[in-house]
Protein backbone atom coordinates (compact mmCIF):
# COMPACT_ATOMS: atom_id res chain seq x y z
CA UNK A 1 0.00 0.00 0.00
CA UNK A 2 1.44 3.43 -1.19
CA UNK A 3 1.27 6.51 0.70
CA UNK A 4 -1.31 7.93 -1.00
CA UNK A 5 -3.60 5.38 -0.61
CA UNK A 6 -2.73 4.60 3.20
CA UNK A 7 -3.47 8.53 3.19
CA UNK A 8 -7.14 8.16 1.47
CA UNK A 9 -8.04 4.69 3.42
CA UNK A 10 -7.05 6.25 7.13
CA UNK A 11 -8.76 9.83 7.73
CA UNK A 12 -7.50 9.93 11.39
CA UNK A 13 -3.68 9.47 10.47
CA UNK A 14 -4.12 12.28 7.60
CA UNK A 15 -6.16 15.03 10.12
CA UNK A 16 -2.96 13.95 12.87
CA UNK A 17 -0.84 14.21 10.32
CA UNK A 18 -2.12 17.88 8.93
CA UNK A 19 -2.76 19.08 12.86
CA UNK A 20 1.24 18.23 13.23
CA UNK A 21 1.77 20.47 9.81
CA UNK A 22 -0.37 22.83 11.34
CA UNK A 23 1.04 23.64 14.45
CA UNK A 24 4.56 23.77 12.85
CA UNK A 25 3.19 25.95 10.10
CA UNK A 26 0.88 28.48 12.78
CA UNK A 27 4.73 28.96 14.08
CA UNK A 28 5.81 30.21 11.48
CA UNK A 29 2.94 32.60 10.62
CA UNK A 30 3.96 33.93 14.17
CA UNK A 31 6.91 35.41 12.05
CA UNK A 32 4.99 36.58 9.37
CA UNK A 33 2.80 38.15 11.58
CA UNK A 34 5.72 40.08 13.51
CA UNK A 35 8.14 40.75 10.80
CA UNK A 36 6.06 41.46 7.51
CA UNK A 37 5.18 45.03 8.82
CA UNK A 38 8.37 45.29 9.86
CA UNK A 39 9.81 44.71 6.53
CA UNK A 40 6.88 47.01 4.52
CA UNK A 41 7.95 49.72 6.75
CA UNK A 42 11.35 49.70 5.96
CA UNK A 43 10.52 49.22 2.52
CA UNK A 44 8.14 52.81 2.44
CA UNK A 45 10.81 54.28 4.51
CA UNK A 46 13.20 53.70 1.70
CA UNK A 47 11.45 54.90 -1.12
CA UNK A 48 11.18 58.21 0.99
CA UNK A 49 14.76 58.27 1.46
CA UNK A 50 14.93 57.64 -2.48
CA UNK A 51 12.19 60.54 -3.52
CA UNK A 52 13.99 63.10 -1.32
CA UNK A 53 17.56 61.93 -2.63
CA UNK A 54 15.76 62.61 -5.90
CA UNK A 55 14.17 66.28 -4.83
CA UNK A 56 17.69 67.21 -3.23
CA UNK A 57 19.06 66.44 -6.57
CA UNK A 58 16.67 68.25 -8.17
CA UNK A 59 17.03 71.41 -6.31
CA UNK A 60 20.54 71.03 -6.48
CA UNK A 61 20.49 70.42 -10.08
CA UNK A 62 18.22 74.07 -10.97
CA UNK A 63 20.37 75.64 -8.21
CA UNK A 64 17.48 77.11 -6.15
CA UNK A 65 15.46 78.71 -8.69
CA UNK A 66 12.74 80.52 -8.11
CA UNK A 67 11.09 78.93 -10.89
CA UNK A 68 8.53 76.48 -9.51
CA UNK A 69 7.78 74.82 -12.78
CA UNK A 70 11.61 73.54 -12.95
CA UNK A 71 10.75 71.64 -9.47
CA UNK A 72 8.57 68.65 -10.27
CA UNK A 73 9.02 67.42 -6.55
CA UNK A 74 6.74 69.88 -4.61
CA UNK A 75 3.39 69.83 -2.45
CA UNK A 76 2.00 72.96 -3.96
CA UNK A 77 -1.82 72.27 -4.56
CA UNK A 78 -2.89 70.34 -7.99
CA UNK A 79 0.85 69.50 -8.06
CA UNK A 80 1.16 66.27 -10.46
CA UNK A 81 3.69 65.13 -8.91
CA UNK A 82 3.68 65.31 -4.71
CA UNK A 83 6.28 64.29 -2.69
CA UNK A 84 4.52 62.01 -0.90
CA UNK A 85 5.03 62.09 3.43
CA UNK A 86 4.84 59.19 5.61
CA UNK A 87 0.81 59.45 6.10
CA UNK A 88 0.26 59.73 2.39
CA UNK A 89 2.02 56.29 1.85
CA UNK A 90 -0.18 54.80 5.09
CA UNK A 91 3.01 54.31 7.53
CA UNK A 92 0.61 54.09 10.48
CA UNK A 93 1.61 55.27 14.14
CA UNK A 94 1.04 51.84 15.22
CA UNK A 95 3.82 50.98 13.94
CA UNK A 96 6.29 53.27 15.89
CA UNK A 97 5.66 50.75 18.93
CA UNK A 98 7.06 48.17 16.67
CA UNK A 99 10.66 48.74 16.29
CA UNK A 100 12.95 46.99 13.55
CA UNK A 101 16.01 45.83 14.82
CA UNK A 102 19.59 46.77 13.92
CA UNK A 103 20.19 43.94 11.43
CA UNK A 104 22.72 43.45 8.43
CA UNK A 105 19.60 41.66 6.65
CA UNK A 106 16.12 40.88 8.19
CA UNK A 107 13.17 39.07 6.42
CA UNK A 108 10.88 35.87 6.98
CA UNK A 109 13.87 33.55 7.77
CA UNK A 110 16.97 35.59 9.41
CA UNK A 111 17.92 36.24 11.46
CA UNK A 112 17.33 33.89 13.72
CA UNK A 113 14.21 34.55 15.97
CA UNK A 114 14.89 36.47 19.41
CA UNK A 115 13.15 37.29 23.10
CA UNK A 116 12.30 41.04 22.71
CA UNK A 117 13.27 41.49 25.95
CA UNK A 118 17.36 40.18 26.63
CA UNK A 119 17.76 39.38 22.61
CA UNK A 120 19.13 36.15 23.26
CA UNK A 121 18.31 33.71 20.31
CA UNK A 122 16.20 30.80 20.64
CA UNK A 123 17.43 27.35 20.83
CA UNK A 124 15.51 25.05 18.72
CA UNK A 125 14.16 22.92 21.09
CA UNK A 126 12.17 26.56 22.50
CA UNK A 127 10.43 26.94 18.97
CA UNK A 128 8.88 23.60 19.41
CA UNK A 129 4.78 24.76 18.74
CA UNK A 130 3.15 24.59 22.14
CA UNK A 131 5.14 22.02 23.94
CA UNK A 132 8.15 24.41 24.37
CA UNK A 133 5.27 27.30 26.01
CA UNK A 134 4.21 24.56 28.36
CA UNK A 135 7.81 23.70 29.72
CA UNK A 136 8.98 27.17 29.83
CA UNK A 137 5.48 28.12 31.92
CA UNK A 138 5.15 30.82 29.26
CA UNK A 139 8.61 32.57 30.21
CA UNK A 140 11.68 33.19 28.43
CA UNK A 141 14.20 30.73 29.66
CA UNK A 142 17.23 33.67 29.64
CA UNK A 143 15.43 36.08 31.64
CA UNK A 144 12.35 35.21 33.08
CA UNK A 145 9.83 37.71 30.34
CA UNK A 146 6.52 35.93 30.38
CA UNK A 147 5.96 34.87 26.83
CA UNK A 148 3.04 36.69 24.96
CA UNK A 149 0.00 33.83 25.07
CA UNK A 150 -0.37 35.25 21.39
CA UNK A 151 2.14 32.75 19.79
CA UNK A 152 0.93 29.31 21.26
CA UNK A 153 -2.71 30.60 20.55
CA UNK A 154 -1.60 31.23 16.75
CA UNK A 155 -0.08 27.68 16.35
CA UNK A 156 -3.06 25.87 18.56
CA UNK A 157 -5.91 27.92 15.92
CA UNK A 158 -3.81 26.86 13.01
CA UNK A 159 -3.44 23.43 14.25
CA UNK A 160 -7.43 23.27 14.66
CA UNK A 161 -8.07 25.18 11.57
CA UNK A 162 -6.31 22.53 9.65
CA UNK A 163 -7.58 20.00 11.00
CA UNK A 164 -11.34 21.10 10.14
CA UNK A 165 -9.71 21.27 6.64
CA UNK A 166 -8.13 17.64 6.14
CA UNK A 167 -11.93 16.68 7.85
CA UNK A 168 -13.95 18.61 5.44
CA UNK A 169 -11.65 17.74 2.16
CA UNK A 170 -9.53 14.11 2.78
CA UNK A 171 -7.02 13.58 0.76
CA UNK A 172 -7.04 15.52 -1.95
CA UNK A 173 -5.16 18.64 -4.55
CA UNK A 174 -8.38 20.87 -3.20
CA UNK A 175 -6.83 19.89 0.37
CA UNK A 176 -3.63 21.64 -0.45
CA UNK A 177 -5.55 24.51 -1.92
CA UNK A 178 -7.60 24.87 0.96
CA UNK A 179 -4.63 24.61 3.53
CA UNK A 180 -2.72 27.24 2.19
CA UNK A 181 -6.14 29.72 2.03
CA UNK A 182 -6.24 28.63 5.92
CA UNK A 183 -3.26 29.81 6.42
CA UNK A 184 -3.05 33.03 4.27
CA UNK A 185 -6.26 33.98 6.78
CA UNK A 186 -4.64 33.87 9.65
CA UNK A 187 -1.79 35.51 8.83
CA UNK A 188 -4.52 38.54 7.37
CA UNK A 189 -6.29 38.57 10.74
CA UNK A 190 -3.54 38.27 12.71
CA UNK A 191 -1.52 41.77 10.63
CA UNK A 192 -4.79 43.46 10.61
CA UNK A 193 -5.46 43.33 14.13
CA UNK A 194 -1.95 44.35 14.82
CA UNK A 195 -2.02 47.53 12.26
CA UNK A 196 -4.87 47.39 10.48
CA UNK A 197 -3.55 46.22 7.07
CA UNK A 198 -3.81 43.43 4.70
CA UNK A 199 -0.48 43.32 3.08
CA UNK A 200 -0.63 43.02 -1.00
CA UNK A 201 2.18 40.61 -0.73
CA UNK A 202 -0.78 37.62 0.95
CA UNK A 203 -3.80 39.24 -0.81
CA UNK A 204 -2.78 39.46 -4.26
CA UNK A 205 -1.12 35.89 -4.86
CA UNK A 206 -4.47 34.62 -2.69
CA UNK A 207 -6.48 36.26 -5.47
CA UNK A 208 -4.65 34.92 -8.64
CA UNK A 209 -4.22 31.27 -6.98
CA UNK A 210 -8.09 31.62 -6.69
CA UNK A 211 -8.68 32.04 -10.21
CA UNK A 212 -5.89 29.69 -11.82
CA UNK A 213 -7.29 27.08 -9.58
CA UNK A 214 -10.97 27.94 -11.49
CA UNK A 215 -9.34 26.24 -14.25
CA UNK A 216 -8.70 22.84 -12.68
CA UNK A 217 -12.75 23.12 -11.81
CA UNK A 218 -14.84 19.74 -13.08
CA UNK A 219 -18.24 18.88 -13.01
CA UNK A 220 -17.75 16.08 -10.74
CA UNK A 221 -16.36 18.01 -7.69
CA UNK A 222 -17.92 18.21 -4.11
CA UNK A 223 -16.34 20.65 -2.58
CA UNK A 224 -16.90 24.64 -2.37
CA UNK A 225 -13.78 25.01 -4.77
CA UNK A 226 -12.89 25.16 -7.41
CA UNK A 227 -15.43 26.91 -9.11
CA UNK A 228 -15.88 27.40 -12.72
CA UNK A 229 -13.80 29.83 -14.77
CA UNK A 230 -16.18 32.55 -15.57
CA UNK A 231 -17.93 32.81 -12.20
CA UNK A 232 -14.08 32.99 -10.48
CA UNK A 233 -13.30 36.03 -13.07
CA UNK A 234 -16.82 37.52 -12.26
CA UNK A 235 -16.53 36.91 -8.86
CA UNK A 236 -12.98 38.80 -8.74
CA UNK A 237 -14.51 42.07 -10.11
CA UNK A 238 -17.40 41.77 -8.42
CA UNK A 239 -16.15 41.28 -4.73
CA UNK A 240 -13.82 44.13 -5.59
CA UNK A 241 -15.99 47.07 -7.12
CA UNK A 242 -18.98 46.02 -4.54
CA UNK A 243 -16.75 47.11 -1.18
CA UNK A 244 -14.78 49.95 -3.22
CA UNK A 245 -18.00 51.74 -4.45
CA UNK A 246 -19.41 51.09 -0.44
CA UNK A 247 -15.90 52.64 0.44
CA UNK A 248 -16.23 55.84 -2.00
CA UNK A 249 -20.29 55.88 -0.87
CA UNK A 250 -19.58 56.35 2.47
CA UNK A 251 -16.59 58.27 2.18
CA UNK A 252 -19.28 60.51 0.04
CA UNK A 253 -21.56 60.58 3.15
CA UNK A 254 -19.87 61.27 6.06
CA UNK A 255 -15.94 62.04 4.90
CA UNK A 256 -14.37 59.24 6.29
CA UNK A 257 -12.79 56.10 5.12
CA UNK A 258 -15.12 52.99 6.51
CA UNK A 259 -12.19 50.86 5.53
CA UNK A 260 -8.78 49.46 3.26
CA UNK A 261 -8.13 48.59 -0.10
CA UNK A 262 -6.67 45.51 1.53
CA UNK A 263 -10.37 45.04 2.15
CA UNK A 264 -11.29 45.41 -1.44
CA UNK A 265 -8.72 42.52 -2.58
CA UNK A 266 -9.40 40.13 -0.09
CA UNK A 267 -13.08 40.30 -0.82
CA UNK A 268 -12.14 39.87 -4.65
CA UNK A 269 -9.64 36.97 -3.41
CA UNK A 270 -13.30 35.01 -2.07
CA UNK A 271 -15.10 36.23 -5.19
CA UNK A 272 -12.24 33.85 -7.40
CA UNK A 273 -12.35 31.28 -5.08
CA UNK A 274 -15.95 30.78 -4.72
CA UNK A 275 -17.64 32.53 -7.39
CA UNK A 276 -20.11 35.92 -7.49
CA UNK A 277 -22.98 33.27 -5.89
CA UNK A 278 -21.31 33.10 -2.20
CA UNK A 279 -20.52 36.93 -2.13
CA UNK A 280 -23.43 37.86 -0.45
CA UNK A 281 -23.51 34.90 2.15
CA UNK A 282 -19.71 36.19 2.80
CA UNK A 283 -20.11 40.03 3.48
CA UNK A 284 -23.16 39.40 5.54
CA UNK A 285 -21.41 36.84 7.87
CA UNK A 286 -18.67 39.50 8.42
CA UNK A 287 -20.96 42.14 8.70
CA UNK A 288 -22.94 40.27 11.15
CA UNK A 289 -19.97 39.37 13.17
CA UNK A 290 -18.55 42.37 13.02
CA UNK A 291 -21.19 44.73 14.39
CA UNK A 292 -21.94 42.22 17.26
CA UNK A 293 -18.29 42.52 18.36
CA UNK A 294 -17.94 46.31 17.79
CA UNK A 295 -21.21 46.69 19.87
CA UNK A 296 -19.58 43.79 22.65
CA UNK A 297 -16.47 45.98 22.72
CA UNK A 298 -18.17 49.46 23.43
CA UNK A 299 -20.48 48.44 26.21
CA UNK A 300 -17.58 46.32 27.74
CA UNK A 301 -16.05 49.80 27.61
CA UNK A 302 -12.64 47.94 25.70
CA UNK A 303 -12.70 49.69 22.57
CA UNK A 304 -13.18 53.42 22.18
CA UNK A 305 -15.84 54.66 19.92
CA UNK A 306 -13.49 56.98 17.40
CA UNK A 307 -11.00 53.75 17.42
CA UNK A 308 -11.20 52.06 14.17
CA UNK A 309 -11.92 48.79 14.36
CA UNK A 310 -9.83 45.94 11.53
CA UNK A 311 -12.74 44.78 9.02
CA UNK A 312 -10.18 41.66 8.08
CA UNK A 313 -10.74 39.44 10.46
CA UNK A 314 -14.09 39.47 9.96
CA UNK A 315 -14.25 38.71 6.50
CA UNK A 316 -11.43 36.24 7.10
CA UNK A 317 -13.84 34.37 9.36
CA UNK A 318 -16.48 34.09 7.06
CA UNK A 319 -14.58 33.53 4.19
CA UNK A 320 -13.26 30.28 6.39
CA UNK A 321 -16.86 29.54 6.64
CA UNK A 322 -17.67 29.62 3.06
CA UNK A 323 -14.74 27.39 2.44
CA UNK A 324 -16.00 24.64 4.63
CA UNK A 325 -20.21 25.05 4.64
CA UNK A 326 -20.73 27.55 2.22
CA UNK A 327 -23.24 25.39 -0.29
CA UNK A 328 -25.06 23.85 2.66
CA UNK A 329 -25.45 27.54 4.59
CA UNK A 330 -26.97 28.80 1.19
CA UNK A 331 -29.16 25.20 0.82
CA UNK A 332 -30.15 25.68 4.53
CA UNK A 333 -31.37 29.17 3.99
CA UNK A 334 -33.23 28.79 0.98
CA UNK A 335 -34.75 25.62 2.61
CA UNK A 336 -36.05 27.57 5.22
CA UNK A 337 -37.29 30.35 3.44
CA UNK A 338 -39.38 28.51 1.05
CA UNK A 339 -37.09 29.44 -1.82
CA UNK A 340 -35.58 26.25 -2.53
Not at 232 to 237: E, K, L, Q, V
Not at 286 to 298: D, H, K, P, Q, S
Amino acid sequence: MTATQLLQANPALLITLVVVLGLLVGSFLNVVIHRLPIMMERDWRRHCEELDAVTATVHATAGGAADIDAQPFTTAPGAQYAQPTASDIGIESSFAATSAPQEPEFNLLKPRSRCPACQVPIRAWENIPIVSYLLLRGRCAQCGVRISMRYPVVELLTGVLSAFVAWRFGWSWELAAALLFTWSLIALSGIDIDHQLLPDSITLPLLWLGLLASLAHGSDTNFSIPVDPRSSIIGAAVGYLSLWAVFHLFRLLTGKEGMGYGDFKLFAAFGAWFGWQMLLLIILLAAATGAMVGIALLLLKRHGRDVPIPFGPYLAAAGWIALLWGPQVIDRYLHLSGLH
